[in-house]
């Protein structure tokens, strides 16, 4: 059974940074995709990044492109959000996710197993 848990949520001023941490289980996650997702307020569920994890290559959605960076340790099977310049509209519960496969996946429905969410708060 896959298991995915998410820390590293809490309240951060604006220009301020966060990393974000997923420890993976229950699978050998080679062949997998890990995204993370965010949800808003009143908003629906949005991709903000993901990582292959065979090859490390990455995607990320244009709102946080440049300013989050997504990794990943093999070793302790944990993906990474490394948030910087933060902005009050990144203020959301992130989710960690993960689909098995190699394909370019950014949205909810791709995506089979979810973590239960870690909030992020950014004042202004």
């Known amino acids: 059974q896959v298991q995915l848990v998410e820390s590293g949520g809490g309240l951060v001023q604006a220009g301020g940074s966060l990393r974000l941490s997923c420890a993976a289980s229950?699978?050998?996650?080679?062949?997998?995709?890990m995204g993370w997702f965010r949800q808003a307020p009143g908003k629906e569920r949005e991709f903000v990044a993901a990582?292959?994890?065979?090859?490390?290559?990455?995607y990320y959605a244009d709102s946080v492109k440049g300013r989050f960076t997504i990794s990943r340790d093999n070793a302790k099977n944990t993906v990474y959000l490394q948030m910087n310049s933060l902005k009050p509209e990144d203020t959301a519960v992130y989710y960690c996710?993960?689909?098995?496969?190699?394909?370019?996946?950014?949205?909810?429905?791709?995506?089979?197993?979810w973590g239960q969410g870690t909030q992020v708060t950014v004042s202004s």
């Open positions: 990582i292959r994890w065979r090859g490390g290559s990455t």
């Open positions: 996710t993960t689909i098995l496969g190699s394909a370019y996946y950014t949205k909810v429905d791709d995506y089979d197993y």
């Open positions: 229950g699978r050998t996650f080679s062949s997998y995709t």
